[in-house]
C-alpha cells in the first residue's frame, strides 16, 4: 500500500537582506560571532538583530517594511524587488573586540537574490584589500592581536590644531605594489595589518639571505575631513547610544579629503611620505618633534572634500 500525499498548503518565506562579512586584513569571512542590527530609518520601529546562519550569513527577519518581499504571493516570482525602495542602517558590533564598530547603510529591496553586496554592488573603493568589490569588510580594531605573517603598522592620530585625537581618520598604505586601508577607531588609534612581502632576493631565486635584514619602503598617506562624516543612527530611546556616535563606512572610507601630516614638527605637512618596514617588526609613525624626539602621535590636519 502505497500513501498518497496531498499538499493542503505551500508557505513561501523570503529573507530580503543576508550579509556575510570578510575579515579585511585575512581576507577571509568573519569566523567570530557578531552582533548585528538594522533599523527602518527615520521611524519609531526597534532595530532587528540578525540570525548568523550554519554558513556565517546574517540574515534578517521581520524587517518593517519588508513584509511584501518575506512574505510573497503565490504567484510572486521576483519577492527580491518586492515593495517600495527603503533605507535600512546597519550597525555591526564585535563582542570580541578583534574587529572596528561599523554602521552602513543598506536600500531594501536590493533588487537581486544572494547575499548583500553578491549582486554586482561594488563594495567602498578603498576596502582593505583592494579587490575588494562585492565583499562587506571588517577592519581592525588597534587591540586586535596581530596574526602570524602579518606586519602590524600602528598609528595614533591627533588634530595638529587642538590636540585631540583624529576620530575616523583614513591610513592608507602601499608596500611591493599592494595597497592596503586602515580605519582609525573613535580615539584615533589605527592599526593597519599587512603580509610581509618577500625579499627581492628570495623572489629572484638567489642564495637563501636572512628575512631579519629584509625591509621595504611603505608609501602613505591619510584622509581626514570631520565634517563630512555622515551618521546614520538618531538618538532617541530603543536605539544604542554608541550607533548614533558612529559615522557610515561609506562617507568613512569615501567621502574624506586628504590631510596634511607632520612627519616632523620643523618641516613643511605633507600629502604623502615614506617610511620603512622591517621583517618581524611593528612600524609605529609618529611625528618627529623638534630636537629629534618622536611624538606619540601623528599630527594631522582636517583635508577637504573630493570634488
Known amino acids: 500500500m502505497s500513501a498518497t500525499i496531498r499538499v493542503l498548503e505551500r508557505d513561501r518565506t523570503f529573507t530580503p537582506l543576508g550579509i556575510r562579512f570578510w575579515d579585511a586584513a585575512l581576507d577571509q569571512p568573519v569566523a567570530e560571532p557578531l552582533s548585528v542590527n538594522a533599523w527602518l530609518r527615520g521611524t519609531a520601529h526597534r532595530p532587528v538583530r540578525a540570525v548568523r546562519s550554519t554558513g556565517g550569513v546574517y540574515a534578517f527577519h521581520g524587517l518593517p517594511g519588508q513584509a511584501a518581499a518575506e512574505r510573497p504571493a503565490a504567484d510572486e516570482e521576483h519577492p527580491e524587488s518586492a515593495g517600495v525602495p527603503r533605507e535600512y542602517a546597519v550597525a555591526v558590533d564585535d563582542p570580541s573586540g578583534r574587529y ?43 587591540g586586535r592581536a596581530v596574526p602570524p605573517g602579518l606586519a602590524a603598522i600602528r598609528a595614533d592620530f591627533a588634530d595638529a590644531v587642538t590636540g585631540h585625537p583624529a576620530a575616523w581618520a583614513v591610513l592608507t598604505a602601499t608596500v611591493a605594489g599592494e595597497t592596503r586601508t586602515a580605519i582609525a577607531d573613535q580615539d584615533g588609534r589605527a ?80 600629502a604623502e611620505w615614506t617610511d620603512t618596514l622591517v621583517h618581524g617588526r611593528e612600524l609605529v609613525l609618529r611625528t618627529t618633534l623638534a630636537g629629534g624626539e618622536r611624538a606619540s602621535t601623528v599630527w594631522i590636519s582636517a583635508g577637504a572634500s573630493p570634488p
Open 100 to 142: 572596528l564598530p561599523v554602521a552602513f547603510g543598506v536600500t531594501l529591496p536590493l533588487g537581486y537574490r544572494g547575499e548583500f553586496l553578491s549582486g554586482g554592488v561594488a563594495s567602498p573603493p578603498q576596502a582593505s584589500p583592494p579587490q575588494a568589490a562585492g565583499r562587506a569588510y571588517l577592519f581592525p580594531a588597534a
Open 191 to 270: 592599526l593597519l595589518l599587512v603580509p610581509f612581502p618577500t625579499p627581492e632576493r628570495l623572489r629572484q631565486g638567489s642564495p637563501p639571505v636572512d628575512t631579519r635584514e629584509a625591509t621595504w619602503p611603505v608609501e602613505f598617506s591619510v584622509r581626514w575631513e570631520p565634517g563630512a562624516l555622515r551618521y546614520l543612527f538618531d538618538e532617541r530611546d530603543g536605539l544604542n547610544p554608541a550607533w548614533a556616535a558612529r559615522p557610515s563606512l561609506k562617507s568613512i572610507l569615501d567621502e574624506q579629503g586628504a590631510a596634511d601630516t607632520w612627519t616632523n614638527e620643523d618641516q613643511e605637512p605633507v
